[in-house]
């Protein structure tokens, strides 16, 4: 016979499981960024939300950090591990270096994770290559964590987390340069010749004038000055410091 204590026992540990998150259902968010800040703020908001559910707030779909990274790579390894792999990640534009954020957006999309740009660099060039690549979603840094965290569960659901506005500028805007030639912009900035920028990169002379030619009738610039100004204006690269 069962006695009456085993039987509270018994009760505690049925309540203790129906308590305990949900993580089939949970939604696994990973946040890349070169600022640590917003990892914790994002997990913070998480906390948060999950206190408030605790005290008898609107239930909805938990979700759960799994995970940062500061870099390209560190962003890669979260995508290809075996556990804990994000469903939803929250990437910056600018990490490392010049817009090598999209290269993260591109991989998520490749992975079959969302991902939903988190920066505030508002141009309209990279809201196009950010949709051109497969992000599922654009939002400034200034957006409060609990509209982010909303974001994140429309996405996970297939949806999107684009402003009326982020898609029209997405459709007008010009396609950013490629990664080889924010290169050749980059060395422009340092004042460097068509000769310089070839041995710099391992190029021909003629390669770097064709790329040159290719972004002067592209963006309507006659100069390279005119282009370099215009790559930082469009936040493609930073200026030089």
Not at 13 to 22: G, H, L
Not at 68 to 79: I, P, Y
Not at 100 to 124: K, N, Q, W
Not at 162 to 169: K, N, P, Q, V
Request: proline share 4%.
């Amino acid at each position: 016979m069962i006695s009456r204590s085993e039987r509270r026992a018994s009760a505690c540990d049925d309540a203790a499981v129906d308590d305990a998150p949900d993580v089939s259902r949970s939604i696994a968010l990973a946040v890349v960024d070169d600022h640590p800040a917003i990892a914790l703020a994002m997990q913070a908001a998480i906390g948060a939300e999950a206190d408030a559910a605790g005290h008898g707030g609107t239930p909805r779909a938990p979700v759960r950090f799994v995970g940062s990274a500061r870099t390209v790579a560190q962003a890669l390894e979260l995508l290809v591990r075996e556990t804990d792999r994000p469903q939803v990640i929250l990437c910056d534009i600018q990490l490392e270096s010049g817009i090598d954020g999209l290269d993260v957006i591109e991989a998520a999309h490749e992975a079959d994770a969302r991902a939903i740009v988190l920066t505030s660099f508002d141009r309209s060039s990279l809201m196009r290559a950010a949709f051109d690549r497969g992000a599922a979603g654009f939002l400034d840094k200034k957006t409060d964590p609990a509209e982010i965290l909303a974001a994140v569960r429309t996405v996970a659901e297939g949806g999107t987390a684009f402003s009326a506005a982020t898609l029209d500028a997405a459709r007008s805007a010009p396609r950013p340069p490629s990664g080889r030639e924010i290169e050749v912009i980059r060395e422009i900035q340092r004042g460097a010749t068509s000769d310089e920028i070839g041995g710099r990169l391992g190029i021909s002379t003629r390669t770097v004038e064709s790329h040159l030619r290719r972004l002067f009738d592209r963006y309507g610039v006659v100069s390279r000055a005119e282009l370099a100004v215009l790559a930082i204006n469009e936040s493609w690269v930073e200026a030089s410091r």
